[in-house]
């Protein structure tokens, strides 16, 4: 599961002294860590016996993967904002910190690639016009799965539909 590789990366890290890694995956581990509390949260209001919360409040890697890509997301923001603020000191610690959450999450779809599912759905679909749009940009999503950004899908469906 990711959320061990996660965890293994940070010992190793630990034992080598590399702080920015720790930094980093410090402070990834304990956002998992809160999204696992709060999922056991929701749980034990279902009145789910306690000895098994602790195995259904675990993240699956999809879930994991999704935190990992929240993050990454937040990162990006940050540096954006760092550097039009003239903090690059800050900016380039945030790219660091990027690069190595970057490793667990999954790799980026190419255009080609994308541009086929796109595709693919447009045709399992039948839609050809606009009021289509959402519906196969919420399929697109739902196939790519972290491997692409919003922005990107749309920018190929709004060019399939041109």
Sequence with gaps: MLKEKINEDLTAALKSGSGDIISALRFLFSIIKNKELEKRTKLSKENKPVEELEKLSELSDDETISVVLGEIKKHKESIIQYEKGGRKDLAEKETAE????????????????????????????GGVTVKDFGKIMGQVMAEVKGRAGGDAVKKIIEKEFK
């Design 98 to 125: 990027l690069e190595i959450l970057k490793k667990y999450a999954p790799e980026e779809m190419g255009e080609e690639e994308l541009r086929a599912v796109v595709k693919k759905k447009i045709s399992e679909t």
